[in-house]
Each structure stands twice: as structure tokens, then as C-alpha cells.
């Protein structure tokens, strides 16, 4: 037996093509920028607590935490906070990444003082939480240029390892190249092989927030400048890179990517 359906009423493909649709829109929804800001906020807060906790902890107690551990360990968190909150606010966890994506069109810079100051926020209390329960100096947990090399080397340095990093995460955000939750593995990735190789020399920070937590609770900034020109540069040479292999950014994967795509209601083509 055959019903007739009433026009007027949605089917189940019209529904789901709406619910793309809403999520969409839903990028720009300032009702949902507090989650987005909280979100930022935290990934940054676990990420620095790996970053910094490494050297704090090596600090405490020595001979615990090879150079090899300290670096991997950020790459895994990266990767699991992409996991767990990359579709709430897009995961940056670096003020880099925020102006990258902005330079790219993929995410409004209205938006991008807001996510840089949590992400800062966030470093610090991640430093003051580790201070405060390691009981060793913020300092060593952060990122400075090695004994013998200048801060124009660690620049360098920084600024090459950013390119690397920035291009993954674009390129991950990116149409036909947009490999989901596969984008996590390939982020956190490159963060631990980045800092097997780069980070005798710099650290391989590629993060200003992540340098900035530790340096402010430590109360030193011994060649800070070096970590927010570097980052910001190379991530600013990664969008030019970008443009290159990809065109122009704005499309709806990109966005989708670099902002979250938050939405109460999930439609389910399959039901009517």
C-alpha cells in the first residue's frame, strides 16, 4: 500500500541536506563561541601540561624522561585533543594556526583575538598547575635557544619546523584532502617529528602560547621573540604555500576544519 506524500513536508535527504547546511552557518553562531573559547582553552591547558611537564618533570627527577619522551608526548596529545574536541572549535591550541587559518579565509579574524588569549590563558595555568605540584621552576619547562647557537639560529629553526606544521594542518583541512579524523595522526605526527630532530636547537616550540605559559610563570623571556616571530612567519609562508598547491581557501571543508562544526541536531538521511 502506497501513502501519498505531502510536499510540504520535508523527506529525509531534504532534512540531512539541511542539517549540512545548519552546521555550516553554525560557524558563525556567537551563542556557541563560549564553547569554542572553553575548548581552546583546555586543549591548550593539556597541551602545555605535556609540553612543559616534560622538562619539569626531568628537572624533578633526573634521568626520568628521555629527550625522546619529552618530544613524542606533545604529538600524542595534539592528536588526542584533535579526537576528542577538533569539531567543537577546530583544535588550533596556537595563536599560529588561528592566523593561519585566518590568512587563509578558512576563519574570521574577528574570532582571532579571542582564540589567542584562552590559548595564552590556558599555557599559563597549565605552567602554574605544574609549578605549583612538581615544585621546580616554570623555566625548565620552556623552549629557548640551545648553548652556542644564536636566537637568529633558533629562529630559523622555528620558522622552518612552523612552514612544516602549518602545511600539514592546511593541507588536512583541504577539499578532496580532508582525511577526517585521520588528520589527527598526521598533526600529531609531525609535532613528534618535528621535535626529534628540531628541538636540540630551539626546542621546536612552534607555538607561542606553548613558550608563553612556562616563560611568564618562570618569569623569564630569555628570547621569547624568537618563538612568536618564527611560528607566526612560517605559518604565514604555509598559507602562501598552501595557496600554491591548493588555491584559494574559503570552501566549506576548510572551513568546517578551522572552525568547529557545532549542531544540536544530527539528521540521519536513512530516517524518515
Known amino acids: 500500500m502506497t501513502t501519498n506524500h505531502d510536499p510540504s513536508v520535508p523527506g529525509p535527504i531534504a532534512r540531512y541536506e539541511q542539517g549540512i547546511i545548519d552546521r555550516v552557518n553554525d560557524f558563525n553562531d556567537p551563542r556557541q563561541e563560549w564553547r569554542r573559547l572553553f575548548s581552546e582553552l583546555l586543549g591548550t591547558f593539556f597541551l602545555v601540561l605535556v609540553a612543559a611537564g616534560g622538562g619539569m618533570m626531568g628537572q624533578a627527577f633526573p634521568g626520568t624522561i628521555s629527550r625522546t619522551a619529552a618530544v613524542v608526548a606533545p604529538g600524542l596529545m595534539v592528536m588526542a585533543i584533535i579526537l576528542f574536541m577538533g569539531k567543537v572549535s577546530g583544535a ?13 579565509r578558512d576563519f574570521p579574524w574577528w574570532r582571532v583575538p579571542g582564540y589567542v588569549v584562552v590559548q595564552l590563558i590556558g599555557a599559563t595555568l597549565a605552567a602554574l598547575f605544574l609549578h605549583e605540584v612538581i615544585n621546580v621552576s616554570a623555566k625548565y619547562g620552556s623552549n629557548f635557544p640551545a648553548h652556542g647557537y644564536s636566537n637568529w639560529a633558533a629562529f630559523w629553526m622555528e620558522l622552518i619546523l612552523t612552514v612544516g606544521l602549518v ?4 593541507g588536512t ?11 589527527a595522526l598526521g598533526v600529531g605526527g609531525y609535532i613528534a617529528l618535528a621535535g626529534l630532530w628540531g628541538s636540540p636547537i630551539s626546542g621546536a616550540s612552534m607555538n607561542p602560547a606553548r613558550t608563553f605559559g612556562p616563560d611568564l610563570v618562570g618569569t623569564t623571556f630569555t628570547g621569547y621573540w624568537v ?21 584559494r581557501g574559503g570552501g566549506r571543508s576548510g572551513s568546517g576544519a578551522a572552525q568547529g562544526d557545532i549542531f544540536t541536531e544530527t539528521v540521519d538521511p536513512g530516517k524518515s
Open 227 to 247: 618563538y612568536v616571530a618564527g611560528p607566526i612567519i612560517g605559518a604565514a609562508i604555509a598559507v602562501g604555500i598552501a595557496f600554491v598547491l591548493r588555491g
Open 92 to 104: 588550533h591550541l596556537n595563536p599560529a594556526v588561528s592566523i593561519a587559518f585566518a590568512l587563509r
Open 173 to 183: 583541512a583541504s577539499g578532496a584532502q580532508n582525511i577526517g579524523i585521520l588528520g
Open 167 to 170: 602545511s600539514v594542518i592546511l
